[in-house]
């Protein structure tokens, strides 16, 4: 069935065109490159791994109950609209959030397969060249897992949302060569990785649980690689050149908090945008989880060396200082271990029921 037929809502056509500025840049220096970059690579190139073998895809999904969501992180919940809901319609609102969620992860990780292409293209140093074309291979894989998921096992998407369109387009239209790093390695991404982690650590359904865990192993390094790339250009720049970008991340900030409300779920309900918007500020659980989803951008951010007190009071007032204390590296440690142990309980439980299996057929035989 085409992609367009599962639209919740029509999309203004199926293709996006964003225009670029950016020039194309060769480096003919093939011997040197920096130890820590060449190593990610390296990892990168080990960890390549393929969605159709490493995700049991058999694994059943109720698409009226996708992640075992609770009633709490719904906007509606205690609304006079959630009284009138039958146990149907809550099912029904669990299924558009689900698809709403994973239809913008979808739609991020094109953008960070395209951002990653940029990459290659324009940064001037062939070992962030060889990483990037790596990660351009990963998002593609995140790209394949999400559509599959949402096609096979939900059966609806929703188009992409205007604040991440709006940040997308802001990203590939400049063409400084560290505004794909800045945009994606540093925002989206970041932003996707606490939203897939708060996911994943609540979900007890095992096909979403796979996806998010095995996923995030993948973004862990992508992040790194952000990080090193531009703590090591932004030691360089001038004061002004600082605070372009810092500006470029406070307005990149505000738009992916207000990516968060889904108010177009509520919308595809009869909710009018006013009152959508209404209930999704009031709603606790989404005000926390929007507060916990820059837990991997404010770190980063001054970890790559812009924090001005532009930058700094937006996030006082964004009430996330706080969280430019996180350690990132442990996070990231614990994004791996996270992905290693799921496969080493699925591969145990596996060879344990293949023992089991073959021990039946020889106490059967020896029965004959």
């Known amino acids: ?63 009226l109950d996708p992640l075992g969501t609770p009633d709490e992180s719904m906007s509606l919940y205690g609304t006079p609209h959630w009284a009138k809901m039958t146990e149907k319609d809550r099912g029904e609102l669990r299924k558009h959030y689900t698809s709403w969620q994973f239809s913008q992860f979808l739609h991020g990780e094109q953008g960070a397969m395209v951002c990653a292409a940029r990459i290659v293209e324009s940064v001037p140093d062939l070992d962030a060249k060889f990483y990037s074309a790596t990660q351009t291979m990963d998002e593609a894989r995140h790209a394949e897992i999400y559509g599959r998921f949402l096609h096979e096992k939900i059966g609806m998407l929703y188009p992409v949302n205007d604040n991440l369109k709006a940040l997308l387009g802001d990203t590939l239209r400049d063409s400084r060569w560290d505004m794909p790093y800045l945009g994606m390695q540093v925002l989206i991404e970041g932003l996707a990785l606490a939203a897939f982690g708060m996911i994943r650590d609540t979900t007890e359904k095992p096909l979403p649980k796979q996806i998010l865990a095995y996923v995030m192993q993948d973004e862990a390094r992508h992040v790194a690689f952000g990080r090193m790339a531009l703590r090591d250009y932004y030691r360089q720049l001038t004061d002004a050149e600082l605070r372009e970008r810092e500006e470029f991340v406070i307005e990149g900030c505000y738009l992916m908090r ?21 209930y999704s500020e009031q709603s606790e659980y989404l005000a926390l989880f929007r507060q916990l989803l820059f837990s991997r951008i404010v770190p980063c951010v001054k970890d790559i060396g812009l924090w001005g007190k532009r930058l700094q009071q937006a996030y006082v007032d964004m ?25 080493a309980e699925r591969f145990a439980a596996e060879e344990h029921a293949r023992v089991a299996e073959v021990s039946d057929a020889i106490a059967s035989g020896e029965a004959v």
């Open 258 to 278: 207000d990516r968060l409300r889904g108010v177009e779920v509520l919308e595809n309900f009869g909710i009018p945008l006013a009152q959508a918007e209404e």
């Open 319 to 343: 009430g996330v200082f706080e969280m430019g204390n996180a350690n990132l590296d442990q996070l990231m440690a614990q994004d791996e271990e996270i992905a290693e142990k799921l496969d």
């Open 1 to 63: 069935m085409s992609t367009h037929e599962l639209y919740t809502t029509t999309t203004g056509g199926l293709n996006w065109q964003v225009p670029s500025a950016s020039s194309a840049r060769f480096s003919w220096e093939y011997d040197e490159g920096r130890d820590r970059l060449l190593a990610l690579y390296q990892k990168g190139k080990d960890k390549q791994w393929d969605g159709n073998k490493r995700i049991d895809w058999d694994l059943e999904v109720d698409p």
